[in-house]
């Protein structure tokens, strides 16, 4: 059974740091291509920052410079370090998995091939 769980997010104040966590059950993380989405009220799903199965890395120009993805391979874990946050960081973010996609084509920020999703856990940046 795949499952993915997020967990880090939290409440801080403009210029703090978080760290989400996004823990895979089920497959070996490393295999697929992995994202972070980020949703804030009224707003569409976007895709915040990926890392494909060669290690190749994604981020959105809003968040380049200060988010950083990784995996931790030994805990089969995802990691988004949020450093320098901003009111308009504000949103759920979400972690996301292509395992199961047969035959992905689209850019890593592109939400419509990942086919598993998490809870969500929720970042809120006051000023």
């Known amino acids: 059974q795949v499952q993915l769980v997020e967990s880090g997010g939290g409440s801080v104040q403009a210029g703090g740091s978080l760290r989400l966590s996004c823990a895979a059950f089920?497959?070996?993380?490393?295999?697929?291509?992995m994202g972070w989405f980020r949703q804030a009220p009224g707003k569409e799903r976007e895709g915040v920052a990926a890392?494909?199965?060669?290690?190749?890395?994604s981020y959105a120009d809003s968040v380049k410079g200060r988010f950083t993805i990784s995996q931790d391979n030994t805990k089969n874990t995802l990691v988004l370090l949020l450093n320098s946050l901003q009111p308009e960081d504000t949103a759920m973010y979400y972690c996301?998995?292509?395992?199961?996609?047969?035959?992905?084509?689209?850019?890593?920020?592109?939400?419509?091939?990942?086919?598993?999703w998490g809870q969500g856990t929720r970042v809120t940046v006051s000023s």
């Open positions: 996301a998995s292509k395992y199961g996609s047969s035959w992905p084509r689209l850019p890593p920020l592109e939400r419509r091939e990942y086919k598993y």
């Open positions: 089920g497959y070996t993380l490393s295999s697929y291509c």
């Open positions: 890392i494909d199965s060669d290690g190749t890395i």
